[in-house]
């Protein structure tokens, strides 16, 4: 039993995390403390609500990521796109990392855009839109 797994066809929303290879992938795989609120707001506020934090490594730093990512521990699910599938089928997404957060509803349709992780309203405006979701279905 994973409490931090909803099944991708029965999630009314997911939030998406994004960390492309601009940023220290690593650093943030060392640092998830903000994902673990989002990932216990996901478990015990609301009901079939999945979290993905997707990670594209740089080339020049995977070895060192991909290291860090097995040796962590295992408590919340990641996603490694090793091939930067992600942006490329997203071209229309900023390069600008304050647009890589997003909530998708059920249809995985973008309906929320910021970094929730920067500003405690942009946060309260996800768990707002996620529990407006929530009581719609």
Do not use: F, H, K, V
């Given at each position: 039993y994973n409490p931090y797994y909803v099944n991708v066809d029965s999630a009314k929303a997911t939030f998406l995390f994004w960390i492309d290879n601009t940023q220290c992938s690593t650093c943030h795989l060392s640092n998830l403390g903000f994902f673990n609120k989002v990932f216990d707001f996901c478990r015990d506020s609301v009901e079939n609500v999945n979290v993905m934090i997707l990670f594209t490594p740089s080339d020049d730093k995977r070895e060192d990521f991909m290291d860090v990512a097995y040796y962590r521990e295992r408590e919340?699910?990641?996603?490694?796109?090793?091939?930067d599938s992600f942006s490329k089928m997203n071209s229309f997404i900023p390069k600008d990392i304050r647009y890589h957060s997003f909530l998708l509803n059920s249809r995985n349709e973008i309906i929320l855009v910021g970094d929730p992780t920067a500003d405690i309203?942009?946060?309260?405006?996800?768990k707002k839109v996620v529990y407006s979701l929530e009581n719609d279905l």
């Open positions: 919340m699910p990641i996603y490694i796109d090793e091939n309203a942009i946060w309260d405006l996800y």
